[in-house]
């Protein structure tokens, strides 16, 4: 168990001391004027997923904000110990930001009890509170072109999808995923399946293997340390993944082929914009394409055959426009 969720565990005193633990500064040596953000990651920084990505945005913030503002997280936060987390958040921050749509329904619950205190979730649809904005990644939209992709790349017409927690945005995402299969090859073979859990390596590696044993040879993802199964899948069997939230393609790893850009950092670092500039509002955010290369974007390792740039070209313009509409939330 490591030093966070051990003391986590132990009420919100000895969770302030995790604040004091990762930074080497008590929150009474902080400045008056000091703003003050705590973000929780319920997952692993360095799951070279989605947390990572929401770790990669606090890093960013603290260097643009040294000596403007003290941003403490913690991590590996697991469900039921979530709303005893950000309560000791909410005691010490002036904002606190949940980085995943797993932790929409306790900062929600939380956010009442602290009224004056700001709360941002990244990854959930739904409607803002007078204390919660909610910014939306429109994963689904972004799994539609992986599946467009993953049905280009495929040699035997048969593409996978494997999501941890069986909430709407992780279900779109894997529906849209199959819809752009189809879009690209009508013909092509889906399966999909949901562990329950996005860091469960055995369960996400049984997954892909069930995939596999049907034909499938690209496979996509909504998961965090899970995709850790996934790769000892593609390994043992010879398929390819597509990779998201991190430069898969940059890590040369021959079991990728592709990743797709869901900006969560980006996400955690408008939010400590937003509040910085005193612009903090509680919104529903829709992200997605629309919000430029760093929110969302496909990257096709090696670049991909001109007609391969073509057709995602032309996929993701049809998505903005809304040619192609895709379920949110």
Not at 139 to 161: C, E, T
Not at 165 to 193: C, L, Q, S
Not at 275 to 285: D, F, H, I, N
């Amino acid at each position: 168990m490591s030093i966070d969720r051990r003391l986590f565990l132990m009420r919100s005193a000895a969770s302030a001391g995790v604040l004091s633990l990762q930074w080497g500064l008590t929150p009474s040596a902080w400045a008056a004027d000091t703003v003050r953000i705590g973000v929780m990651l319920p997952g692993s920084k360095s799951d070279h997923g989605w947390m990572e990505s929401g770790y990669n945005g606090v890093k960013n913030a603290q260097k643009r904000y040294e000596g403007k503002a003290k941003i403490t997280y913690i991590e590996n936060v697991k469900f039921g110990d979530m709303e005893q987390a950000l309560v000791a958040l909410a005691s010490k921050n002036d904002l606190v930001i949940g980085c995943g749509g797993q932790t929409q329904a306790s900062v929600l619950k939380v956010a009442k009890r602290f009224p004056k205190v700001k709360f941002s979730i990244v990854g959930p649809t739904g409607t803002p509170t007078e204390n919660v904005a909610q910014y939306d990644v429109l994963q689904a939209q972004i799994g539609f072109v992986a599946g467009a992709v993953a049905a280009m790349l495929s040699k035997n017409g048969a593409v996978s999808y494997v999501g941890g927690m069986e909430i709407p945005a992780i279900v779109n995402t894997g529906k849209e995923f199959g819809n752009g299969a189809r879009h690209v090859r009508p013909d092509i073979k889906y399966f999909d399946a949901y562990t329950g859990d996005f860091d469960d390596v055995a369960k996400a590696k049984e997954a892909t293997l069930a995939a596999i044993a049907q034909g499938a040879d690209v496979h996509y993802n909504i998961l965090n340390l899970g995709i850790r199964g996934m790769e000892q899948a593609a390994r043992e069997k010879g398929t390819k993944l597509i990779g998201s939230y991190a430069n898969y393609c940059a890590d040369a790893n021959p079991l990728y082929v592709a990743y797709t850009v869901s900006g969560i950092g980006f996400m955690v670092e408008y939010a400590i914009d937003q509040m910085m500039a005193g612009t903090w509002k509680p919104e529903y955010k829709q992200f997605g394409l629309a919000m430029g290369p760093g929110s969302a974007g496909m990257e096709v390792c090696g670049g991909g055959t001109p007609q391969m740039v073509a057709t995602i070209k032309e996929i993701q313009g049809d998505l903005l426009s809304g040619k192609i509409k895709v379920a949110i939330g």
